[in-house]
């Protein structure tokens, strides 16, 4: 038998009728029953051309290329079904469906929404109908046999499926024509409006409400979330999905309109079609009227008749079999109610974006297109704009609303044009459907909804919460927003996050955030306010607290990993602060901020991130800020130097030691000066740095500085490249003490890597493997990010020396990401030359061409490869040697060194998984 097709094909569907009932009364009989019954269908299926693709207990599922091939096999097996002696007294009764679409074959079977709506077609009929849908009659029209008539059902909605469906009913000689009523959910009463646009995603979100509403305890569940989050729509949702759960129906209130708490229940009674009555007020007569029934009640846009509250309790109380799903900005405060907050839809992280077929598997850009479709039909996402449209919802926080008018205006712009305007979110996000309510057209007036409903003292501080950036604590927005205690922070900032204005991220700290989408509206209320420059100052200085003290300089970095916590956490309110003080011309905080904060970028190796910090404010210091300028200097030139610009390096740090010099910082100078020391060392000039790193170790001995385990560590490195293995120990061996004596585990981590460098050129890898497994083993939040490279780029020469080079190319590969990363050359280079030594001997010509290429690109830079690797290159370059001949070596070299550096490594890791 052919494999099954895989295009648009129409789908037959069988099912027993009965089944469960059969095989109690025919136990013996029905495994024999249903075998030849399989057999049956499967010999006429594939006589007119189908394939059965799948049978699951007593149903048969067959794809065709045609709808007619399709019709003909349902007519034939219900004839063969009926004529067939099943024995015993057993008489089978099949309902069929015949639907038509796309769908995807993948490992020997079919999926996709196609099989959804046709599994849901056939379980609305009988044994011995046979269905059809509106697609499939369509392409029948012109091929329907002599004496078939299709007989219209109507339109029916069937569950989980948003859009009715026109069903046909196939009627012929020999087929039973008369059937009771379908079996859908038409026959459940209900109002639930049918829905303009398709439901995207949310799945995981219409399980979770339906499996809490599905707990006995739970009789009233709020959907909480701001202004567009799509609560209307999940509630919609769900209460399709959950239509044959109740028995008395799913009723859906729509309260946006109303603004009197008091009109609530006549509201809730009009859907219900409960009159008032002489005799009993409404309250009485809603409460009478549900008593007894099964049924999901919506009540939508709760927010602004909060004090209609107790009378949802009252109906709960007086309905024991009632649920009440309510969708809400604003928690209703009931004893019973439990509380769903829904979220954003998913975005990609715009750093890391899959292709473009991937992207399409976010809800955020499955919304985005589908809406852009509805406005160009031949829009796509491609790789090429797929970054711009992934940006978007990100920035959009994957609010459904907002990203709904932002695909409206495709009409217009391309996704990279409309990515440029998103910078005023509000101003941009305007034209939604007309027939929406005015707060759903633009992305204003839903901020502005909420926004009304606040008190003074709430709308206060939602303004002051703008000056956040990423977050916050309760104890910032205590210290921050309350001016001379005119706020009770606390109380108000449980209304905002009550009114969904305000969100807690979870985190251990009881972080609060707000979306983005939403800050804009609330910054466009602090700029305009005249305490605006009082908050922010508030804001620097709260976030100044923490580092206020901290060494400046680079100088102790074992401080700067105990604050990393907080560094990760407040790195955009850091942000926020330097852009304030540089804006108010506050040199000194400015300062006292980027410094540690920089430094921090650092040991994570951010390192482009840290210098454009520094260097876009020298030019603006005022001459008389001379301290400012020599730390900036510093710090200008420690980046510098580590992304392998030397000489602009040395310029910057010979400028900042002249001015610490001047102003006796000694700690800071001999920071100064190791920096320098190193940069000049790197490059060769090892008798120029020798005496810059002894006056800055001098320096640091003087006042016990906790820099003394770097400068030890880089002065035992040069005596290592002179070739005094015994100093060069003797030197580690005191920085090792010293770092532990300082705890500091980041510069124990180098001196313990240097030791290991120092016993790999002395031989003796196996105690250069122990090293280098002492440094790995500790927790990467207790050392330097930039430090973890080299420690991998290390273990991968044992790893070779040990004869596993599968693990060491995976090291030096793994390296080279973090490297890149950092936009660390240099680094990625080492690597490269690495790889070479592993490919000496099997590929001799590569490895010429990788360690030309990396020579090269450091040369390039001023510098050179690393001493520490040096017995590893000479070992390498005598094996190429043995193996080439001058002329292919020449060659081979003067190719690599034309390579780029992404082409070397591209050359040197295409094999590699």
């Not at 079609?273 to 549900?290: F, M, P």
Request: glycine fraction near 6%; proline fraction near 5%.
């Amino acid at each position: 038998m052919a494999p099954p097709p895989s295009e648009t094909l129409t789908f037959l569907y069988t099912d027993i009728e009965g089944s469960t009932r059969l095989w109690q009364r025919h136990p013996d009989s029905m495994s024999g029953v249903i075998a030849h019954h399989d057999s049956l269908l499967r010999e006429i299926v594939e006589a007119h051309g189908g394939s059965v693709f799948r049978t699951m207990g007593d149903a048969v599922c067959a794809a065709f290329r045609t709808a007619p091939d399709a019709l003909a096999a349902a007519q034939n097996s219900q004839h063969a079904i009926q004529n067939e002696p099943w024995g015993n007294d057993i008489e089978l009764r099949v309902r069929m469906a015949i639907h038509t679409g796309a769908a995807e074959f993948r490992d020997g079977d079919y999926g996709g929404h196609t099989l959804n709506r046709v599994a849901r077609l056939i379980a609305a009929g009988h044994g011995g109908q046979v269905l059809l849908s509106d697609v499939t009659r369509s392409l029948l029209l012109d091929a329907i046999p002599a004496q078939v008539t299709l007989r219209d059902l109507g339109e029916h909605r069937l569950k989980d499926l948003e859009r009715p469906e026109r069903i046909f009913q196939v009627e012929a000689p020999g087929l039973t024509a008369s059937f009771p009523p379908l079996q859908t959910l038409d026959s459940i009463p209900t109002n639930l409006p049918a829905q303009a646009t398709s439901f995207i995603g949310r799945e995981g979100d219409v399980e979770a409400v339906a499996a809490m509403l599905a707990e006995p305890d739970t009789h009233l569940l709020t959907l909480l979330g701001p202004g567009g989050t799509g609560k209307t729509r999940l509630a919609l949702r769900v209460g399709s999905r959950l239509l044959d759960r109740y028995r008395d129906g799913v009723f859906f209130v729509p309260l946006a309109p109303v603004q009197d708490p008091l009109r609530v229940e006549s509201s809730v009674a009009a859907v219900l079609g409960v009159q008032e009555s002489s005799d009993a007020s409404l309250e009485d007569r809603l409460i009478a009227h549900l008593r007894d029934r099964e049924m999901l009640l919506i009540l939508d846009n709760f927010e602004q008749i909060l004090a209609a509250a107790p009378l949802v309790g009252r109906l709960l109380a007086g309905a024991p079999r009632l649920k009440i799903l309510v969708t809400s900005r604003a928690v209703l405060r009931l004893a019973a109610e439990h509380e769903y907050a829904v979220p954003t839809l998913a975005v990609p992280d715009p750093d890391h974006l899959p292709d473009a077929q991937g992207l399409t598997q976010y809800d955020a850009i499955g919304l985005f297109i589908q809406r852009a479709q509805a406005i160009k039909p031949d829009f796509t996402v491609t790789d090429d704009n797929a970054p711009a449209v992934a940006e978007i919802c990100y920035r959009l926080d994957g609010l459904p609303l907002a990203i709904e008018l932002a695909a409206a205006r495709i009409r217009l712009f391309s996704p990279e044009a409309l990515l440029k305007r998103l910078g005023q979110r509000l101003a941009v996000l305007t034209g939604g459907a007309r027939d929406l309510p005015a707060r759903q057209q633009t992305l204003r007036g839903a901020i502005d909804w909420s926004y009304s409903l606040l008190s003074a003292d709430e709308q206060r501080l939602f303004a002051r919460l703008a000056v956040f950036a990423g977050g916050w604590t309760l104890e910032a927005a205590e210290e921050v927003c309350a001016v001379d205690g005119d706020l009770d922070v606390l109380s108000s900032l449980e209304a905002l996050v009550e009114q969904s204005l305000v969100r807690q991220d979870g985190a251990e700290d009881g972080r609060f955030i707000m979306l983005e989408t939403i800050r804009e509206y609330a910054s466009e209320l602090l700029l305009a306010s005249p305490e605006m420059e009082a908050i922010r100052r508030r804001h620097a200085e709260w976030y100044l607290q923490p580092i206020r003290d901290s060494p400046l300089l680079m100088t102790d970095i074992t401080s700067m990993m105990r604050l990393v916590p907080f560094f990760r956490a407040e790195q955009d309110n850091l942000r926020a602060a330097m852009l304030w003080s540089l804006e108010a011309q506050e040199w000194e905080i400015y300062v006292r901020l980027a410094s540690p904060t920089g430094a921090f970028w650092f040991t994570q190796g951010r390192w482009t991130e840290a210098l454009s910090w520094t260097e876009a404010v020298l030019p603006l210091l005022p001459p008389e800020g001379l301290w400012e300028r020599g730390v900036l200097l510093f710090l200008a030139g420690f980046f510098l130097h580590r992304q392998a610009r030397y000489d602009a390096a040395s310029e910057r740090l010979q400028a900042s030691i002249e001015i610490l010099r001047g102003l006796e910082r000694k700690g800071e100078l001999s920071a100064a000066l190791y920096a320098l020391g190193e940069s000049l060392s790197i490059r060769g000039q090892r008798e120029t740095a020798r005496p810059i790193l002894e006056e800055a170790l001098a320096l640091s001995r003087e006042i016990n500085h906790t820099n003394l385990p770097m400068i030890l560590t880089y002065l035992g490195i040069i005596a290592r490249e002179e070739g005094d293995y015994v100093g060069a120990r003797a030197r580690m061996e005191e920085a090792l003490e010293s770092a532990r004596s300082f705890g500091s585990e980041s510069f124990e981590s180098v001196a313990l890597n240097s030791l290991g460098d120092l016993a790999r050129l002395e031989g003796d890898y196996e105690k250069a493997g122990r090293l280098y497994d002492q440094l790995m083993s500790k927790p990467l939040r207790n050392v330097a990010l930039f430090t973890r490279p080299g420690q991998l780029h290390n273990q991968a020469y044992v790893a070779h020396h040990f004869g596993d080079d599968a693990r060491a190319i995976r090291q030096f590969k793994d390296a080279i990401d973090m490297y890149r990363d950092m936009g660390d050359p240099r680094g990625i280079a080492e690597c490269v030359a690495g790889i070479a030594v592993l490919e000496a001997e099997p590929a001799p010509e590569r490895a010429t061409r990788l360690l030309a290429a990396a020579m090269a690109t450091v040369e390039s830079m001023g510098s050179r490869l690393s001493s520490s690797n040096q017995g590893e290159y000479d070992r390498a370059l005598a094996a190429i040697h043995a193996r080439l001949d001058e002329s292919a070596f020449n060659a081979a070299w003067e190719e690599g060194t034309r390579m780029t550096l992404d082409e070397a490594v591209e050359c040197g890791t295409r094999e590699i998984a």
